[in-house]
């Protein structure tokens, strides 16, 4: 399930549909199963003691049901908790009944209520900060900057200062008031820290260059550094290290004194009997193996008795102890000496030689433990909780004042593995992240752009402690893990928080602040569109372009992907709004309209119909057109309901999860899920093209269905090759007809590098063909008798696409 859907349909009442699968207490009780065995049985214990929290949690969801206290698919869950208050949220957006802001008292909150003299209590330290010096110590919070807030709760006090400062006593009041009720139960209080919260990091020395404005990082120096620090040996390595740094050597020292017996031949001859001094020599060989086995356990092919060492040393604790080698034994010794020295040569020799001077420089590498701590001693000198500009010198290879210290040999490389970790901490525009790979993935992008949001969101607030206390606020905010909607509920937006509504008055924007959030939109779409092609915006990303284009005041509606498990089959406005804007942009005959058989023409007269305006004139009449206007739009929606039904071929109401994936499916085919709104209202246009966007993407649709074929359940890895194929449609709708049929007559060819997906795609590929050709699909989304396909992702039965044999 998306955990992060924004807007869920409405459960109908227990009687007329059974509650959907993924907001039922079987799904719950399958969770508290599943973190109550981790608990028990994980080899982790820190794994253990999370899985032990987690299934507390889910007891407490459980509870709350059962009680009451909880409603699962609220935006105000917990029955006694404002929606405003952020709550305690389980993985599927379960509400365990907790605020993140209550709890014990934090450390920083008893040494404010030892600073103020006051008991260690929460109600105490709150009605001390609306005190005369407990404002003074909040207005030098502001004035330095020097706080953090880890939960938007904690900026509220804060806030209050601010407004009594500024002279908004009645909205001090009134904040205090929506507060007062909490305050025995939640921390409003900031966490001073020593950076200012204005750059999210630590003053930087004189020396140290500073980040580009706008510069992000994935983690923190100190994040890094504690990364690094927790780096141990691994087992198969230091035992292949030991392996090659000593039982090698030993074993050359073992086939060495039997040469001296036996000749490069191996032959023990019968009723010879060993020197005295051999004798002696092979006794301390023995010992010396002894001592070995003690010091060095991690290998074991040597203790076989079969190996060549172990008949070497076998052979050698007879002769040792005064007995001679039967015939079997005195063959195995040749057998093993003769087969040692034609695989490696004889000790000492220069095949030989050269082979154990290698292993021998392998095993002298410093262990990538090693590397990684002292790469974390170098960090040191950082500030820790900022990033770090040039990561180059920190991953240098090892110096002589560091080979003196550690006795790391200088020159030595610090390994990839250490470098993606000081990587990660790298500070630097987001564009530079993402197109050198420190940012991976669209999800991993969206972990990001909060912060970029946050300086384009608070731009508005005049007041440089004003806009520096709403940026924090707003990146505490975006932190707050989603809840579980249903009935198409919206989750709490920032500005329904009683500290951003108090200060709402003072945010202004202008045409420039609209204009730097509509680029800033522009360009966060373009570099997701442009590097992660064939990938579906993630919810957290949507949220975060709406939060801009909000702040633009561009209407440019953007859709969530919603979870197909507890859809109960209608849609919020901004999908037919959405769909609206696809057809201003797609119809006439696009590519895109003609291969997923859309009617844009009809769509695009219903969106117009749910957005028309209100009926009816002043006084009695304006209200009756504005419920006219409700009818009209409820009739739009449910009619473009419908239409995706009707599209998946799921005409019922109640649905499989699978069936309801298939009517969301149809939604995002008619929306373009956000590519038309994007382009036709944001404007954006990837810097290398339609046609190479469209390339770009038939690569992760090839990439995907080759993970497919191997993986053991592949309907995911379907379904996800089909929403990339849908964004390559897309794009080839954009082109010019000379440079679209240049990418039809390559795409063939680019699947053809790998025989399995060119045979699965060949009917999809005949498709595309056809429709660009003139042709359209019949009902069943087959054309040419069957050979040719219309590709799409969810189904109820069996995958045209599927590997062969079902797995």
Not at 148 to 157: I, K, N, R
Not at 181 to 199: E, I, V, Y
Not at 637 to 654: K, V
Request: hydrophobic share 40%; aromatic share 6%; with cysteine.
């Amino acid at each position: 399930m998306n955990t992060h859907a924004d807007q869920q349909p409405p459960m109908p009442a227990p009687s007329a549909q059974p509650a959907p699968s993924g907001a039922s207490p079987c799904h719950v009780r399958r969770q508290l199963a599943r973190a109550f065995t981790t608990a028990l049985t994980h080899p982790d214990p820190a794994t253990r003691e999370r899985a032990g929290e987690r299934a507390r949690g889910w007891q407490d969801v459980l509870a709350g049901m059962a009680s009451g206290t909880l409603r699962i698919g609220s935006r105000t869950p917990v029955t006694e908790l404002p929606a405003w208050v952020t709550p305690e949220v389980l993985h599927g957006g379960f509400a365990t009944g907790s605020a993140r802001a209550g709890g014990p008292l934090r450390e920083f909150e008893r040494e404010a209520a030892h600073r103020a003299g006051v008991p260690a209590e929460r109600a105490a330290v709150f009605a001390h900060h609306l005190t005369e010096p407990g404002l003074a110590a909040l207005w030098e919070l502001l004035d330095s900057g020097r706080y953090e807030v880890g939960l938007p709760e904690e900026a509220a006090l804060l806030t209050v200062a601010w407004l009594v400062r500024a002279g908004e006593t009645d909205a001090a009041v009134g904040l205090v008031g929506s507060l007062r009720p909490f305050a025995d139960r939640l921390c409003f209080l900031p966490r001073p820290t020593g950076r200012p919260s204005a750059t999210g990091g630590a003053e930087r020395p004189a020396d140290l260059p500073v980040p580009e404005p706008g510069a992000v990082h994935r983690s923190t120096v100190g994040q890094a550094r504690e990364t690094l620090t927790a780096r141990g040996p691994k087992r198969a390595v230091e035992a292949q290290r030991e392996a090659l740094g000593v039982w090698r050597p030993f074993a050359d020292e073992l086939l060495r004194h039997w040469l001296e017996l036996t000749g490069p031949e191996g032959v023990v001859r019968p009723g010879v009997a060993p020197e005295g001094a051999w004798t002696a020599r092979g006794r301390a060989l023995l010992d010396r193996y002894e001592r070995l086995l003690a010091a060095h356990p991690l290998t074991g092919r040597h203790r076989r008795p079969g190996s060549n060492e172990g008949i070497l040393r076998g052979a050698l604790a007879e002769l040792v102890s005064g007995r001679e080698l039967d015939a079997r034994r005195a063959g195995l010794v040749r057998v093993a000496v003769t087969g040692m020295v034609r695989k490696r040569g004889l000790p000492g020799s220069e095949r030989h030689a050269a082979l154990r001077g290698g292993q021998a420089a392998r095993a002298a590498l410093p262990a990538h433990h090693t590397l990684a701590h002292l790469v974390a001693e170098r960090l040191a000198g950082l500030p820790q909780e900022a990033g770090v500009v040039d990561a180059a010198p920190f991953v240098a290879p090892v110096t002589a004042a560091e080979e003196r210290r550690t006795g790391v040999p200088e020159g030595a490389e610090v390994p990839p593995s250490v470098r993606r970790v000081v990587d990660g901490a790298r500070s630097a525009p987001l564009g530079v992240l993402v197109a050198s790979g420190i940012v991976p993935s669209a999800e991993a992008m969206a972990e990001l752009v909060p912060r970029l949001v946050a300086a384009e969101r608070t731009a508005v607030y005049r007041d440089p402690e004003l806009r520096v206390l709403m940026a924090a606020n707003y990146r505490a905010f975006r932190n707050r893990r989603s809840l579980l909607l249903l009935h198409l509920a919206r989750q709490v937006a920032p500005e329904e928080l009683p500290w951003v509504r108090a200060v709402s008055g003072h945010a202004r924007g202008d045409a420039t602040t609209r204009g730097s959030a509509a680029a800033a939109a522009r360009t966060l779409a373009e570099t997701a569109v442009e590097h992660f092609p064939g990938t579906l915006l993630p919810n957290p990303l949507v949220r975060e372009l709406g939060a801009l284009l909000d702040a633009s005041g561009l209407d440019a509606p953007l859709t969530e992907e919603l979870a197909a498990d507890i859809f109960m089959g209608r849609f919020s406005g901004k999908f037919l709004a959405s769909a609206g804007i696809a057809a201003e942009l797609l119809g006439g005959g696009s590519l895109y309209e003609r291969y997923y058989g859309i009617d844009y023409a009809e769509l695009g007269a219903l969106a117009a119909r749910r957005a028309g305006p209100f009926p009816g004139g002043d006084g009695r009449g304006r209200g009756t057109g504005r419920r006219e206007a409700r009818r009209q739009e409820a009739d739009a929606l449910a009619e473009f309901a419908r239409l995706c039904r009707t599209r998946a071929g799921r005409p019922g109401g109640h649905d499989s999860v699978a069936g309801n994936g298939m009517v969301i499916e149809q939604a995002q085919i008619l929306t373009t899920h956000n590519l038309a709104t994007l382009v036709r209202r944001v404007g954006i246009a990837p810097e290398p093209g339609w046609a190479e966007a469209a390339r770009r993407c038939f690569g992760t649709v090839c990439r995907l269905t080759e993970r497919a074929r191997r993986a053991p359940y592949p309907l995911r890895g379907l379904k996800d090759a089909a929403y990339a194929w849908r964004q390559m449609v897309f794009h080839l709708s954009l082109c010019g007809e000379a440079e679209r049929d240049r990418v039809l007559e390559w795409l063939p060819a680019r699947a053809a590098r790998r025989a399995p997906v060119a045979s699965r795609l060949a009917p999809a590929l005949l498709g595309l063909r056809h429709v660009a050709e003139g042709g359209l699909f019949d009902a069943e989304g087959t054309a040419r008798a069957g050979r040719a396909r219309r590709l799409t992702g969810w189904t109820v039965s069996e995958h045209w696409l599927r590997p062969d044999p079902w797995k």
